[in-house]
């Protein structure tokens, strides 16, 4: 998240730039390679710490002309809130539930590796992840079965230092415990579990003694509804929701559905619904047989409660940047 910031320098800034409460060693890292490359003093800054305190300094100090967050919508609302202490311009990548539909003349096997891609990397920490899974109602139970099968075959979990593992630890225990919280409420309300759950499983317990560690085992829960809430809550972890559709009306207003909007994708073969889906998904991005591209071409980010302004790609750069008219009279006399 923090070279998407880099923008800012490119287009003539000094920047400061708060890390995560969670992550500061790498952010301050970083600012030692930035140091070792010869970057002026006071170019790059770096300032850590809880955002209650350090990040709302920042915030409100009039001397930062310019607010770029990258987090959780709640968080986001107060950044907002509180910049308009000099009105100063706030960029917000915030929280999101993007959907995925799987139309059934879908290329099957790509639609499940895509969908199990698209929420798993990362441990599911991933703010445009494809959390919400909307399926035809044709092909509903066999894309079940075959996405349970691709992803305990395909994403192991363990030691993140292991080059065999796809899946680590959540960031904090308090993270885990919320996703954890989250699988429980599914299951109260009448969800299937049909991979996954809580902690790791025992063959990794017993055979390399990982006992510690806050992990999720990627997990796959059905059977939702617009009611349920998994369905509708950002859970920031390795956890898909899924659920059935049984045409393109259905479909949309489901994924429409939401105050989120940053994300979405669709697999089908019928190119038109394809467009037609990409134009009126209320979402900041729309992949179409793929989910979680990144080019650093295109812009990034999300409309509604997901934020608001764009990062990376040539519109990214006006986030960075203020546009002056300039009248010059070349011998007009009054």
């Given at each position: 998240m923090m070279s998407w910031k880099w923008t800012s320098i490119a287009c003539g800034n000094t920047a400061v730039f708060k890390s995560a409460d969670q992550?500061?060693?790498s952010t301050l890292y970083f600012a030692q390679l930035v140091k070792e490359a010869g970057f002026p003093p006071g170019v790059f800054n770096v300032v850590s710490g809880f955002g209650s305190?350090?990040?709302?300094?920042?915030?409100?100090?009039?001397?930062?002309?310019?607010?770029a967050f990258t987090g959780s919508t709640v968080v986001g609302q107060m950044i907002q809130r509180n910049a308009a202490v000099n009105l100063k311009p706030v960029?917000?990548?915030c929280g999101g539930k993007s959907p995925i539909v799987?139309?059934?003349?879908?290329?099957?096997d790509q639609a499940v590796k895509w969908t199990a891609c698209g929420i798993f990397n990362n441990m599911g920490q991933i703010c445009s992840g494809t959390s919400r899974c909307y399926v035809q109602d044709t092909i509903y139970e066999k894309f079940l079965v075959e996405l349970a099968k691709h992803v305990k075959e395909n994403y192991p979990i363990g030691d993140p230092n292991d080059a065999n593992v796809v899946v680590g630890p959540q960031i904090s225990l308090k993270q885990k415990e919320r996703v954890g919280k989250y699988i429980k409420s599914a299951i109260d309300?009448?969800?299937r579990i049909i991979l996954g759950g809580e902690g790791l499983p025992e063959e990794i317990v017993s055979s390399?003694?990982?006992s510690k560690g806050y992990y999720v085992k990627p997990t796959i829960i059905a059977d939702i509804t617009p009611e349920t809430t998994v369905s509708k809550e950002e859970i920031f972890g390795p956890v898909i929701s899924v659920g059935k559709f049984s045409d393109y009306d259905q479909c949309l207003e489901l994924c429409n559905g939401l105050d989120y909007g940053l994300g979405s994708a669709i697999f089908t073969q019928d190119i038109t619904r394809a467009i037609n889906f990409s134009k009126n998904v209320e979402a900041g991005m729309c992949w179409i047989n793929s989910s979680n591209d990144v080019d650093f071409n295109v812009p990034f980010g999300g409309v509604k409660m997901?934020?608001?302004g764009r990062e990376l790609g040539e519109y990214g750069l006006s986030n960075f940047t203020n546009v002056k008219a300039v009248y010059i009279n070349l011998g007009q006399k009054l």
């Open positions: 992550t500061p060693l305190t350090v990040g709302d300094a920042l915030v409100k100090h009039l001397g930062v002309d310019k607010i960029t917000l990548e799987i139309f059934d003349d879908c290329d099957f309300e009448g969800c390399k003694k990982l997901s934020g608001h």
